[in-house]
């Protein structure tokens, strides 16, 4: 408990001193302030905002990950001139104003989809075009590639009104642009960790010598080496996102995404909500059977205490999905809690 309320102060600290360095860093005329940004899932998060007093855009960027940049060593100087880079881009980009927002010509290549709990979200959603699937509901964004960052909004009912369009037409747009803006990609886990832990060993290599560190990188080595072998009788992890890494847990309703994986490795699917980003998919060859069998309703008991314990001590807040696994039967194409 003291180490979170130290962590906590620490942050407020970062924040007033990060509004300062802002402020300075700002041109003459430019308003700078921090506000608080409901997300879902109930969270309210930090955000800080710039605008220029004769514009029409108030670009606003999330504090946390830049608290994260400066625990990590990144100094406030440097934080806030990456700030006001990304902020003041956006403002002095003659296509990005207010009147570019409100032609839905000039916006209907960038809506996309993505996917949130429902339950936790009713309140939110009751000004946002949705549709219901499963425990789950299917928001819409305007998703617009900045080069090195994305510029994203969720889109809002009154947004309907202002394009002149109706939520049938909404989501065709997306269905089409959500797998071409952000292309799913299916890899073994094994591969990822292997990969991260392969990363982590170039980085020790370059780093001090000792004893400390000879240890460490035989360590990951070791891990890299385990990684690498196949355990026979273990099925295989899988991890479902789009080639961004945002929001791809969506990729789950993309059509003919689950179907072909499953034909591909001859299975049923388990498909397990890591969070908003991505999905685990464990074929069910080993758990198979009936649906009403003792067997079956124990392992999907099983199955949601582990997500639930999961979701509750790892996965940051505002990225829960679901606290229930979903099965993908290749014979119906059908995906089910």
Known sequence: MKQQVTEEKQYFEFLR???RQVQDLAPEGTAVCSRKIRRINGCIIDGL?????????????????????????TGIRELAENICRICLDTEENPELNLEFFRNYSNLKGTIAYKVINYAA???LLADIPHIRVLDLAVVYYCLIDRDEYFTSFVIRSRDLKTWGITEQKLFREAAVNTPKLL?????????????????HIRA????????DALRDRHFCRE?????????????EIYVLTNEAKIQGAACMLYENV?????????????????????????????????SESRMHQELIRDFDRMVCDVNRTEVVPDEVLSDHVYFYLRDEQKLSL
């Open 17 to 19: 001193a990060l509004v």
């Open 49 to 73: 905002q710039i605008r220029r007093r004769d514009s029409t855009l108030s670009p606003t960027v999330y504090v946390r990950p830049y608290f994260s940049q400066y625990r990590n060593g």
């Open 121 to 123: 979200n009713r309140e």
């Open 183 to 199: 292309p799913p990609r299916v890899r073994p886990l094994n591969e990822i960790l292997r990969s991260m832990m392969e990363e």
């Open 204 to 211: 020790l290599e370059l780093g001090e010598d000792g004893e």
């Open 223 to 235: 891990e890299a080496r385990i990684l690498s072998q196949d355990d026979e009788g273990v099925p």
């Open 258 to 290: 689950l179907k072909e994986f499953a034909e591909k490795i001859g299975s049923d699917l388990i498909v397990i909500p890591s969070s908003v980003h991505e999905v685990l998919l464990l074929p069910d060859k080993v758990f198979r059977g009936p």
